[in-house]
Every structure is written in C-alpha cells, then in structure tokens.
C-alpha cells in the first residue's frame, strides 16, 4: 500500500509553513468545495428528516385510536404479525384512519 504523500514543510519568516504546488493548491481549494457543498446537502436533508419525522408525529397523533379500536366504526384496526406488518384480511378495508395507524405503528421503530 503506498504511504500518502508527505508535505513539504518550510520556515517562511521564521514561522512553519507547508509549500503546495499550484495544482496541489487547486486540488486543495476543489476539495474544500466539494466538502462545503456536501456539508450543505447533509445539513438540509438532516432539516428535512427532522420535518418530515415531527409530520408523521403529528399524523400518529392525530389518527391515535384508544386501545387499537376505531372510535369510528366498529371494528378491529388490521391486526400486524410479529414483523409489524399488516395481516391482510383481517380487519375493515374501508377504514383509512385504521390503515395509516397500523402504517405509522409499522415505521415508528427505526430499526424496522
């Protein structure tokens, strides 16, 4: 494996200094571009994961049924196997308000 290149260290009016070619100066100025715009890119995502997560929050509560049982209808919401996926047929396919909750229970655990 090759070692990474050393800088060239020089004295320059009796402070350390470390002497770049011009095209290693340019190589280092891209670089830093390159790392700014990322830097940004991941800032706004991080902003909109953050949106994105209080909206699903806000969603959950909205839709919130007491003990898992639509205040709507009177059925059971799909029930969800150990994987928390929906168990099809087993609940009314006509409720949404059911349907999202089980999604949101479905997605809360990041880890899913």
Do not use: F, W
């Not at 260290?9 to 830093?32: F, K, M, W």
């Not at 830097?39 to 049924?65: N, P």
């Amino acid at each position: 494996m090759a070692r990474p290149p050393q800088p060239r260290r020089i004295t320059l009016g009796g402070r350390d200094a470390v002497a770049l070619t011009p095209q290693e100066y340019e190589q280092l100025i891209a670089s830093r571009r390159q790392i700014g715009g990322q830097s940004a890119r991941v800032r706004v995502l991080a902003q909109q994961a953050k949106r994105t997560e209080r909206l699903l929050h806000d969603l959950e509560t909205l839709i919130a049924t007491e003990a898992d049982v639509c205040r709507a209808h009177a059925h059971r919401p799909p029930a969800t196997n150990t994987d928390g996926d929906a168990v099809p047929g087993d609940a009314d396919i006509g409720c949404l308000r059911c349907a999202i909750a089980a999604l949101l229970r479905r997605h809360r655990d990041p880890a899913a």
